[in-house]
């Protein structure tokens, strides 16, 4: 059974940084690109960032670019987040999710997603 | 990076068909066919329901089907049934190595 397990969560002052995990199994993580997604409570789905699956291509959204950074350590089968300089509006659920395709070059869509991780940017 | 446009709201009464729309630019939704749809029950991580503009993953029922005109995608849901209640967000590449989201439609079963 494909599991995601996000952690790193919490409550964090703007300007801040939190790292976010997301744990995988159940599946050949070192075959998929994986991607972060986010949901401000009570609000729509927003594409954060996404990574290829050995690591090389790595996107984000222009909200996040320059303060947020995506990797893998496919040897642990955990994926990351890094954000740094937090704003109020970066307040959200965040997904993690795997590529519905084996070894796609793009994380287009998502078969298989976390329960989330709650990030709350507050002074 | 603009969201893609989705009613906020539909209805329909079981056994009817609903489509929810979702309007983007020439820029993602009109420009290529990585279009998706998901499904998400309050409190729950989306599903999955469509990818490919209309191609369904296994074990989601043929009730949801998928099409796309110039700019807009749709999501069709037949035959409702109470269990289809939930929003649904369409998705898009939008070149560039990014992805945009619908806003979300939230689905009654009246």
């Known amino acids: 059974e494909v599991q995601l397990l996000e952690s790193g969560g919490g409550l964090v002052q703007p300007g801040g940084s939190l790292r976010l995990s997301c744990a995988a199994s159940?599946?050949?993580?070192?075959?998929?690109?994986v991607t972060w997604v986010r949901q401000a409570p009570g609000k729509g789905l927003e594409w954060v960032s996404g990574?290829?699956?050995?690591?090389?291509?790595?996107y984000y959204a222009d909200s996040v670019k320059g303060r947020f950074t995506i990797s893998r350590d496919n040897s642990k089968n955990t994926l990351f987040l890094q954000m740094n300089s937090l704003r109020a509006e970066d307040s959200a659920v965040y997904y993690c999710a795997k590529d519905y395709f084996e070894s796609s070059p793009y994380p287009f869509y998502f078969d298989n997603w976390g329960r989330g991780t709650l990030v709350t940017v507050s002074s | 990076q603009s969201a893609l446009t989705q009613p906020p709201s539909a209805s329909g009464s079981p056994g009817q068909s609903v489509t929810i729309s979702c309007t983007g630019t020439?820029?993602?939704?009109?420009?290529?066919?990585?279009v998706s749809w998901y499904q998400q029950h309050p409190g729950k991580a989306p599903k999955l329901m469509i990818y490919e503009v209309y191609k369904r993953p296994s074990g989601v029922p043929d009730r949801f089907s998928g099409s796309k005109s110039g700019n807009t995608a749709s999501l069709t849901v037949s035959g409702l049934q109470a269990e289809d209640e939930a929003d649904y967000y369409c998705?898009?590449?939008?070149?560039?190595?990014?992805?945009?989201f619908g806003g979300g439609t939230k689905l009654t079963v009246l």
């Open positions: 020439s820029s993602d939704v009109g420009n290529y066919n990585y």
């Open positions: 990574i290829s699956t050995v690591g090389v291509g790595t």
């Open positions: 159940g599946f050949t993580f070192s075959s998929y690109a």
């Open positions: 998705s898009s590449y939008a070149g560039s190595n990014t992805l945009v």
